[in-house]
């Protein structure tokens, strides 16, 4: 059975041979799920880091592909076909490139958590003031 604390949804299977999860992720099998899965913020950050390996993972296969693909579209004397697909390839991994790395330090938890504190500070008269800016005091 699940734990109580554990957000995860879909059949669990536990039994002391190990278990089995079914669920939106796909299916697991193995020992212990609640070892990597009691903590949100591992579990949070697992999901960065696995994102951040796709994108990479995505990147190698546009360079071999288009590069493949222009070296046929070379050698048959070819339009040059091969560069839209390398455009809109191109265009889809920038979008994923902002997504996984911009995007979170825009408007993500950690930017998210800044400015929850900036506010409390405000909100509590605290202003965060350089001291070194304009001011040559020793």
Do not use: C, K
Not at 42 to 55: G, H, I, K, P, T
Not at 67 to 82: E, H, K, N, Q, S
């Amino acid at each position: 059975m699940a734990r109580d604390n554990d957000d995860f949804e879909g059949i669990d299977i536990d039994g002391p041979w190990g278990g089995i999860r079914i669920g939106s992720g796909g299916v697991r099998m193995g020992r212990r799920f609640a070892a990597d899965s009691d903590d949100a913020d591992y579990r949070q950050a697992r999901r960065r880091v696995r994102r951040r390996l796709n994108f990479y993972r995505n990147v190698g296969y546009y360079v071999a592909v288009v590069g493949i693909l222009a070296l046929i579209d070379w050698a048959t004397g070819g339009g040059w076909w091969v560069q839209w697909l390398a455009a809109i390839w191109g265009g889809v991994l920038l979008l994923r490139f902002l997504t996984n790395f911009v995007a979170p330090s825009l408007w993500g938890r950690e930017a998210e958590e800044r400015m929850i504190q900036q506010e409390m500070n405000r909100q509590r008269g605290r202003v965060d003031v350089d001291s070194s800016a304009g001011h040559d005091r020793p």
